[in-house]
Every structure is written in structure tokens, then in C-alpha cells.
């Protein structure tokens, strides 16, 4: 059910590949919403991904680009200011990935290229696109611009390894941009600390089942879903949130204020009785 939440409202979404993927869902929803808006991913992505067809079905224009590249943003946004006839209202970040963790190495035994490549792409990347944005004039007053984070930016979670320290960057980010943005432009800029959830990526590291059946034990009301995360993203694009800016905002299900939860206390209890 539309509510019109984005009618008139012009963006640019970062990071759609295919339909389990955060930024497709929120391409879906803006959509509904009335937003009109282009999609950008590398190269690369879109020859494995299904771009096209979401494109097709939001009626967006696809505009290639490595977002660690200063020059290919500068492309993706001047361009999307000549195709949506002006500065955009909204802008989503839903970029993210490590070799390290694809490659299961330990916190203790990172490969530093790797390391490097992790933070350019997972944090410096939404620096950059800010940085570009804000040179060009290209986002309107009262605009809203979209991280997605995840807890390991504030607490250890096994395995999730140097992203946690790229989050924790791209979190601090959104704080130093939203203060400048918010006092010369009323341009908010804000970070979603998702449940984990099922995406292409994700799904294919290693011990997502577990670490999902724990979050959804632990949350009282359960895991986030990606659909419910563009949801909360809409709102937070639309006027509604006019005042919400520099904040890491929870999304989770109740996951990031438990210490433990009945359902996770009993599991645990039961592995008890096994072992005994």
C-alpha cells in the first residue's frame, strides 16, 4: 500500500545486484512511494547481478561505477542530476565487501591489501560520494542520505572480522559529514544498524545460518527483514524525519539492547543437557 511518502522526491541508490538485496527492495519501495531515481553498481555487478530487470520494472536508468573512484561518482552523480531534471532529495550507501572475511582469514592474520580494499570500498566509498555530492550542489535542503551499518560497529562478532572496523568508520562518517552537511544545507545523514540478513553476499559467508538463527532467538521481535529495512529507509528518505540527522539508528528487532533472551537461554541450556 503506497502512502505517497516520496512523491516528487528525485534519488540515487548505491549497491542493488539482485532481489534479495537491501538497495533492490528499497528501489521497489521508493518506486511505490513516487520517487523517481537512477540505480548504480560497478561494472562487474552488473554482469552477475540482474540489474536490468529491476530497472525496467522501476523504470530507473543503470549508471556504472566503482564508488572508490573520485571520477566515476562525479559521472554517476552529474548524471543522475541530468536524468532526474536537478539535484536529488534522497541518496542511498548499501555498499559493502571483504576478501578477508570471503576468505575466512582471523582478525589476527589479516592480509593488509585486502584490509585496505575493505575499508576503501565498505567506508571511504561513502566519504567520497558525500565529498563529490557536496562540491556539486547535488543534493536539495532537507535531502537525506542512507548508510546501512551493522552492530559489529560497536560490539565482537565472530567472524565478522575487519568489516566490523569499516563500520565502525562508515558510522563515524555519517557523524562528521551529518554536523557540516546539517549546518550548511539541512542535509541529514544518517546510518541503519540492520538485523544480519540473507543477500547474495551474505548468504555465501560462512556460519550466516547460525549467527541468523541466534540474532532471531535473541530479538524479541525477531529479525529485521530486507523489506522491512526499505520500509524504515522510506521513512527516514521521506519529510517525516526532517530532524533525525548524524544518528546510527537500530534496526534490529530489539537484538542490539538484549543481553540474553528465554528463547536463546533455553537453546543454550540444552546444549547443557547434551553435553552432560
Partial sequence: MSHNLLSGKKGIIFG???????????????????????????????????????????????????????????????????????????????????????????YDDLDYSYFHQTIDISAMSFHKMLQVAKKLDAINRWGSVLALSYIAAQRTLYRYNDMADAKAMLESIARSFGYIYGREKQIRINTISQSPTITTAGSGVKGIDALLDFTERMSPLGNATAEECANFCIVLFSDLSRKITMQNLYHDGGFSSMGMSLKAMNQYNKCLDDED
Fill in 16 to 106: 542493488a545486484l539482485d532481489e534479495k538485496s537491501i538497495a533492490w527492495k528499497v528501489a521497489e519501495k521508493a518506486s511505490e512511494e513516487g520517487a523517481v531515481f537512477t540505480l548504480t553498481n560497478t561494472p562487474i555487478a552488473l554482469r552477475f547481478g540482474s540489474l536490468n530487470v529491476l530497472a525496467k520494472q522501476v523504470g530507473a536508468e543503470i549508471i556504472p561505477a566503482d564508488a572508490t573512484k573520485v571520477d566515476d561518482l562525479q559521472t554517476v552523480i552529474k548524471r543522475s542530476m541530468e536524468i532526474l531534471g536537478g539535484k536529488v532529495d534522497f541518496i542511498l550507501h548499501s555498499i559493502a565487501m571483504s576478501m578477508n572475511v570471503r576468505k575466512n582469514r582471523t
